[in-house]
């Protein structure tokens, strides 16, 4: 099987814009997390999607927004860009993310590095 | 609120010699811990998971231990090799309820020098 897919991988965007990244998981995962890394936060939940509806969601601003399609592919987009939100996001996705099924591992793919300027 | 705090940030060790990095959590509710390996540059890959139901897991050369009561749990790695350089998440989970959401400790740097 393929494994999960992030598009970009590296954007460059300016304070103010708004960004769209794409992930596409593993055929059948039906889960999608989103995790923001940064050197000196670590790997922080963002929010995960299953069935097209947001089931978790971390603790960041609304500027911070998902979502996910029929398909099970999912997007999120950051609005308003602040040069804080530079990191690397990393989407991850797991059969049904609820532990229903095992295994229930959560595959990270490749990641989109966002520079904010 | 939910905190994974792991140990040591950075640690050095000479290769064939073991590895120990400990994680705590603050959810009483978390019930599934995985361990995640990243190499630089490279996504983070599962190298080890443990539920709460089990007290320790074991995989070649990579062992789990989980102490709920304390609230818990630790990586060990046996005869390192330089190819187990990278950084080492540890992360929390509540599978059945909240499934999807990890929460993950600061990371451990794992330097093994032949």
């Known amino acids: 099987k393929a494994g999960v897919t992030q598009t970009p991988r590296y954007l460059i965007k300016t304070r103010g814009q708004q960004v769209t990244l794409s992930c596409s998981p593993i055929?059948?995962?039906?889960?999608v997390s989103w995790y923001q890394q940064t050197p000196g936060q670590g790997l922080q939940f963002l929010f995960e999607?299953?069935?097209?509806?947001?089931?978790n969601k971390g603790n960041f601003p609304g500027r911070f927004s998902g979502r996910q399609f029929s398909n099970s592919r999912s997007e999120m987009n950051v609005s308003t860009l602040e040069l804080g939100d530079s990191a690397l996001y990393l989407c991850?996705?797991?059969?049904?993310?609820?532990?229903?099924?095992?295994?229930?591992?959560?595959?990270f793919g490749p990641g989109t590095r966002l520079l904010v300027l | 609120g939910e905190n994974v705090e792991q140990h040591p940030s950075t640690l050095s060790v000479q290769e064939g010699d073991s590895a120990v990095i400990k994680c705590t959590y603050s959810?009483?509710?978390?019930?599934?811990f995985p361990w995640y390996k990243q190499e630089l540059g490279k996504r983070p890959q599962l190298i080890i998971d443990?539920?709460?139901?089990?007290g320790e897991k074991k995989d070649q050369r990579i062992a789990v231990t989980l102490n709920k009561t304390a609230k818990h749990f630790s990586l060990h790695i046996t005869e390192t090799q330089p190819e187990d350089s990278a950084v080492y998440f540890c992360?929390?989970?509540?599978?059945?309820?909240?499934?999807?959401?990890?929460?993950f400790g600061q990371g451990t740097e794992l330097s093994v020098k032949p």
């Open positions: 443990i539920r709460s139901n089990v």
């Open positions: 992360a929390a989970g509540r599978l059945y309820n909240q499934g999807g959401k990890l929460i």
């Open positions: 999607y299953f069935s097209e509806t947001q089931r």
């Open positions: 959810d009483s509710a978390s019930n599934y």
């Open positions: 991850a996705s797991s059969q049904t993310g609820d532990g229903r099924v095992q295994p229930e591992t959560q595959y």
């Open positions: 055929s059948g995962h039906r889960s």
